[in-house]
């Protein structure tokens, strides 16, 4: 039982899924000081850290994390929140198809308040353009069934944990002949960008906290060029509490003693080979190809693209856009908040300008957003009710 924790054994007790039953279990306060106490010994000199995922983020700043690490443990927040990295040309050419006539617009919601440069999908729906929320693709495929004489456009944004399925409903509409059903495919590769932003050096990375839910679908393996290449330190991490405070201490452990390497701090959810059903469904619809990424570019080989078997559904082949030349919020520094080289605290726009009720840009927005989790919890969050770092570490000494 989860009760039984002791000293450092205590890190692979929390990776077995048999012994915790309970999610509760994952936010135990005393097993969260217990593990930062394990950090707090191994940790001998600063490393830095970069929680890919925007969820990380939420949850390091929402459960207090960083009050619980010793100061030689720095977190990064990067590119990991699929609202944020979707370039802004990519928006414009959504907002434009919202405007068409004939056409439902289906998306997530958190995508209708972006700004993109001259409009948002808020303001085309205020506009009279017929722009849908969405719980899943597959509402947007039931939409399209319902709407024979429209046609039903979903927005696929996203990393690997959403392709499968956007892949799922496209077969499904070829099965039952849904020909008004199409998607945008703007979904994104997660190692891909990781390497971008270790060969561009802007950001000296130690380790990296890898994505659970995107890794159940890849697995561990497309993450072993990193360690390998780049000398940095993989571990994935679900989103819970003990799951992130466990995936930092094997980071830790693994920087101190020289050994880069992929770990899993999540084996309950992920398999090394991932999750082939879901590879297979992505591989029938889906090729790979360059993607835009707002703040980084146009990455190559970052990015999904609908096969030309299946180009009746490609919104992309269906539709010719013309765009103007696109500008990006002013004075937003989404896109180095997004590259990890800033934190929303040196946004000037910060809490003045740009709130929730009042985004300036997608990372505001977004529920995964940084600035989102910043403004939230702010940096002294701490809901394992201990008030100051000092505190918890003058306890362990
Ligand atoms: Fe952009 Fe607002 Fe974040 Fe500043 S605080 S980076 S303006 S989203």
């Known amino acids: ?40 010994s191994r940790s001998s000199r600063p490393v830095r850290i970069m929680e890919f995922c925007g969820g990380h983020t939420h949850a390091i ?18 590119p990991g929140c699929p609202v ?12 434009a198809i919202a405007h068409l006539p004939n056409v439902i617009t289906t998306t997530f919601g958190d995508m209708m308040r972006v700004p993109g440069s001259y409009s948002s999908l808020q303001q085309a729906k205020a506009e009279g353009g017929d722009v849908r929320t969405v719980y899943s693709v597959a509402d947007a495929v039931d939409i399209a069934r319902a709407n024979r004489q429209k046609l039903v456009v979903f927005l696929g944004i996203g990393f690997e944990t959403t392709a499968p399925t956007i892949a799922a409903a496209i077969l499904k509409a070829r099965q039952e002949k849904i020909a008004n059903f199409s998607v945008l495919c703007l979904n994104k590769l997660t190692p891909p960008v990781m390497k971008a932003l270790l060969d561009s050096g802007e950001v000296k990375l130690d380790g990296i906290i890898c994505p659970g839910h995107v890794s159940v679908i890849i697995g561990s393996h497309p993450y072993e060029f990193i360690p390998r290449n780049y000398g940095v330190s993989c571990v994935i991490s679900g989103f819970e509490p003990l799951d992130i405070l466990l995936c930092i201490e094997k980071l830790v452990t693994q920087i101190e003693n020289g050994t880069p390497t992929v770990e899993s701090a999540y084996t309950r959810g992920v398999k090394p080979e991932g999750n082939k059903r879901a590879l297979q469904l992505m591989e029938e619809v889906f090729e790979i190809d360059d993607a835009n990424w707002r703040g980084i570019g146009i990455v190559p080989q970052s990015g999904l693209r609908i096969k030309s078997n299946y180009e009746e559904f490609d ?11 696109s500008r990006e919020p002013k004075g937003c520094r989404c896109g180095d908040i997004i590259r990890g080289a800033a934190t929303p605290l040196e946004c000037s726009l910060f809490k003045t300008i740009c709130t929730p009720e009042s985004p300036v840009g997608p990372c505001m927005v977004s529920s995964e957003g940084a600035c989102a989790a910043y403004y939230l919890y702010g940096t002294e969050a701490n809901s394992f009710g201990l008030s100051k770092t000092k505190k918890l570490h003058s306890e362990t000494k």
Do not use: H, W
């Open 1 to 40: 039982m989860i009760g039984q924790y002791r000293g450092s054994a205590d890190s692979e007790r929390v990776t077995r899924s048999r012994v915790v039953k309970f999610i509760d279990e994952y936010r135990n306060s005393d097993l969260a000081k217990k593990l930062a106490r394990t950090i707090a």
């Open 61 to 78: 700043l929402r459960y207090g994390l960083r009050q619980l690490l010793p100061t030689t443990v720095e977190t990064k927040s990067g």
């Open 84 to 95: 944020c990295v979707t370039a802004t040309p990519d928006l414009d050419k959504a907002i």
């Open 315 to 325: 919104a992309d082949k269906i539709f010719s856009i013309k765009l103007q030349p």
